[in-house]
């Protein structure tokens, strides 16, 4: 399936991985460092049971020498409290060509007493495997303190030198340096500092925290520091961790090089628009290529989606980033002679070719999660990913084109991703949909919320004619009729299997609602076709659907497709209030269920399901169960309207979950007619 670029944020942090253990020789240590020994004298608070383990110390030190220089000192302390945790004496470190990793050491004190010590060289190194990417110069080394057991203290020092690209950094003081694990510790003391040449500046934003000043604590030297930040449970469904996750972004301003600031949105556009409106030239090739695919094109509009078209089908996605080659385009001539690019360099290519034609567009760097990207907090590194906004000429019709952006000063711009293989021209994929994107102009930026679709624009009608037999056995055929990201994401995973791996992903859709099933036969409509719908059809045979009871007969009328949330999902917040939003899945969309089961002769309804009909801000659902002349009708509607659930909604979504839960689950009830029981009874 296909998935966006997920390469932007490089600046280095420290992170605490869940990896295979792999031990180094470790030294045993007469004496650990001092500042670690007594961490462990403090006493500390009762925590919940399952936690893990509790960060004693997380302690930054970012001193800037110049715009070219910057050093970070880390040291990190944490005390495993359970063998669950004992991956916390993994300790992760980033590095590149603009970042040399010059000091890491580790330590541990084991649940006995003992202590022992790791170097630089007894760490092992690595590169984290990311998608589409063919080469890049980000690695890694993690070293693996010993004795990580229950009840043992482990700790890390570290020093970077880095090269900055933007004098921006952050601290995370919530736990997003243990992003790979879960449940989220509790942190003792969480500590920054930062110092700057004579003369510099700084500015800080909070999100999601309470802003509070830091402490001068030599010249031009201030310190932050927060203690006694609980843990949490990482719940089902969550938006992007910075939505709800306190942390702080601070920004360098040297005296006499004002094209460093990043103060805000504007600077971060700007200084895109410095690293990539060069990269887009024209090559007589290309300019070739724009005059054959748009030959027949009678309309701005038929030409953009003609290179548009060729962009999704013609250019690959490889990733092939070096140093600053995260945020900056390879040149679109390159790009298009190797046909193949990441994000970026599809995005940059488009904006190339619709030129040659005089369409304007400009870049647009956005988070692929929801809630990564916070207005209130001007970051450059709240991106991972590049897609195209395009300039709409006047005069031209946008009715079908529903991913548009109407702004008082941009104008009216359709967003578009080249990236995505399988969603439509003039629509969005679900995982942008109401995110924000920092939309890159000429020497500047403005930061836009992407559109939320319509739901009907992502439609989902599903049918059903089954036969329904007395034993309870089922047959039939299903068709499904799909649109928009509903039919984008199915095509992908469908393009994406080869064989008999098709088959199994219809698979995974029955098994989900039916027991005992087989398939007897599927195909697909217009599978390639991206601009047009996506039509399944399904033929299937299902014994003992049915409860069979004597005279009676119990049958759930919906056959196929879950909405709602099972409580393994729910999990321990269906029980007590939820701690954050819920994320929901897919994007908005409309989805129809209508199932119609030709019933046993001689038999009628005793008791149906209950109609249901609810709407609130965030969806609507209704459905009906009816029997007429032989034929049980079953007919749902679902409607999502939102890409995400606020807490103060929450009461309304465990109801709204509640009743299509009970709708899903619902059974109508067939009885045999008197006469015919009668007749059918032994003489």
């Known amino acids: 399936m296909n998935k966006p670029c997920l390469k932007r944020s490089n600046i280095p942090v420290l992170l605490l991985a869940v990896a295979t253990m792999i031990f180094a020789p470790a030294l045993r240590a007469d004496r650990v460092p001092d500042w670690f020994q007594q961490l462990t004298k403090e006493p500390l608070p009762e925590y919940p049971a399952r936690t893990d383990g509790v960060v004693l110390l997380d302690d930054c030190t970012v001193t800037v020498k110049d715009g070219q220089s910057i050093t970070r000192n880390c040291r990190r302390v944490i005390k495993i409290l359970r063998q669950e945790g004992r991956d916390l004496g993994a300790f992760h470190v980033d590095f590149n060509k603009d970042t040399r990793l010059t000091y890491l050491k580790g330590w541990s004190i084991g649940a006995n007493g003992q202590q022992y010590e790791l170097k630089e060289k007894d760490a092992v190194e690595g590169r984290d495997p990311e998608y589409g990417m063919l080469y890049e110069d980000d690695r890694y080394k993690e070293l693996h303190v010993p004795a990580a057991d229950a009840g043992a203290f482990v700790a890390m020092e570290s020093e970077q030198k880095q090269r900055p690209y933007v004098l921006q950094d952050g601290w995370f003081f919530q736990g997003s340096f243990l992003q790979f694990l879960r449940p989220r510790l509790p942190v003792r003391t969480s500590r920054y500092t930062i110092k700057l040449p004579p003369g510099w500046k700084f500015e800080c934003h909070f999100a999601n925290w309470q802003e509070f000043k830091p402490r001068n604590t030599g010249p031009n030297q201030w310190t932050w520091e927060v203690k006694d930040v609980p843990g949490f449970i990482e719940e089902e469904r969550t938006p992007n961790e910075r939505s709800f996750l306190g942390y702080m972004t601070v920004s360098f301003f040297p005296p006499d090089q004002p094209n460093l600031r990043m103060r805000t949105w504007q600077d971060i556009g700007a200084w895109d628009d410095s690293l990539n409106a060069s990269r887009r030239v024209v090559t007589p090739a290309m300019h070739q290529k724009v005059l054959e695919l748009t030959a027949n094109a009678r309309t701005p509009l038929e030409k953009m989606q003609a290179l548009a078209d060729f962009m999704q089908r013609e250019i690959r996605y490889v990733g092939i980033e070096i140093r600053i080659g995260g945020f900056q385009a390879h040149m679109a001539g390159d790009t298009f002679a190797n046909r193949y690019g990441d994000c970026k360099d599809k995005a940059t290519l488009l904006a190339t070719m619709l030129k040659d034609v005089g369409i304007d567009s400009h870049l647009v760097i956005v988070h692929h999660e929801h809630g990564a990207t916070r207005p209130e907090t001007p970051y450059a590194y709240s991106f991972d990913h590049v897609i195209l906004a395009i300039q709409m000429p006047d005069g031209t019709d946008t009715s079908k084109l529903f991913a548009i952006v109407d702004d008082k000063e941009l104008g009216k711009l359709l967003i578009f991703d080249p990236t995505n293989l399988q969603v439509p021209f003039g629509y969005l994929p679900y995982y942008e949909e109401g995110n924000y994107g920092l939309v890159v102009v000429p020497n500047g930026g403005k930061l836009v919320r992407l559109p939320l679709l319509a739901p009907t624009t992502n439609r989902l009608l599903r049918t059903g004619s089954i036969e329904l037999k007395p034993d309870g056995s089922i047959s039939g055929q299903i068709d499904e009729i799909r649109s928009g990201n509903l039919a984008a994401k199915t095509r992908g995973e469908l393009l994406a299997a080869k064989g008999t791996d098709r088959i199994k992903l219809i698979e995974e859709l029955f098994s989900s609602s039916l027991g005992r099933y087989q398939i007897t036969s599927a195909r697909q409509e217009n599978l390639e076709r991206y601009d047009q719908p996506l039509i399944l059809h399904y033929k299937f045979t299902a014994p003992n659907y049915a409860q069979v009871a004597g005279d009676l007969v119990l049958v759930r009328p919906r056959v196929l497709g879950t909405k709602h949330w099972s409580d393994e ?39 149906l399901p209950p109609a249901v009909d609810m709407a609130y801000p965030f969806g609507e659902y209704h459905s009906h169960t009816e029997l007429q002349d032989g034929v049980l009708h079953y007919k749902r509607t679902y409607i999502q309207k939102d890409v995400m659930i606020s807490l103060d909604q929450m009461e309304e979504f465990k109801k709204f979950e509640g009743q299509i839960g009970n709708d899903e689950r619902g059974m109508a009830v067939l009885k045999r007619a008197a006469s015919t029981a009668s007749a ?3 003489k």
Do not use: N
Not at 592 to 605: L, N, Q, R, T
């Open 680 to 682: 059918a009874a032994p």
């Open 569 to 607: 999902h729910w999990g321990d917040a269906k029980a007590k209030p939820r701690q954050f939003p819920v994320m929901l899945p897919e994007g908005t969309t409309s989805e129809s269920d209508v199932f119609d089961f030709k019933v046993p002769a001689g038999y009628e309804i005793d008791e």
